[in-house]
């Protein structure tokens, strides 16, 4: 799907860590479409995405990145290159009082401990 691009209908898993630039944006942006693994496998332009994806990424203001994001979230609502048929539960931690997370597991919850 992702190298020949030869398909009527794929399907694809996604992920994504604590910042929607990780994993997020490759999968939209025009400048990933390509014959590249786990990147833009629609084909979908839209430079007004590409736009909001580049300013949330040049941010650290979290209300500004916010906007873009929701922003990014409505006109991909709109235009629909993909269509999610199922979101998979996935536990992440990010604090320091917790510990033994083995963090892109499977079952994150029930290794963790607090200290």
């Known amino acids: 799907m992702f190298l020949k691009k030869d398909f009527d209908l794929g399907i694809a898993s996604y992920c994504n860590g604590?910042?929607?630039?990780i994993g997020v944006r490759?999968?939209?942006v025009s400048s990933n479409?390509?014959?590249i693994l786990f990147s833009n496998g629609a084909g979908y332009r839209n430079a007004k995405v590409d736009e909001l994806f580049d300013k949330a990424?040049?941010?650290t203001d979290r209300a500004e990145r916010g906007k873009a994001y929701r922003d990014i979230q409505d006109i991909l609502a709109k235009d629909l290159p993909y269509l999610w048929l199922i979101e998979t539960e996935g536990y992440?931690?990010?604090r320091k009082d917790y510990q033994g997370?083995?963090?892109?597991?499977?079952?994150?919850?029930e290794s963790a401990s607090k200290k």
């Open 18 to 21: 604590p910042d929607p630039e």
């Open 26 to 28: 490759r999968a939209y």
């Open 33 to 35: 479409i390509g014959p």
């Open 57 to 59: 990424a040049a941010s």
């Open 92 to 94: 992440r931690a990010w």
């Open 101 to 109: 997370f083995s963090y892109w597991s499977a079952n994150l919850a």
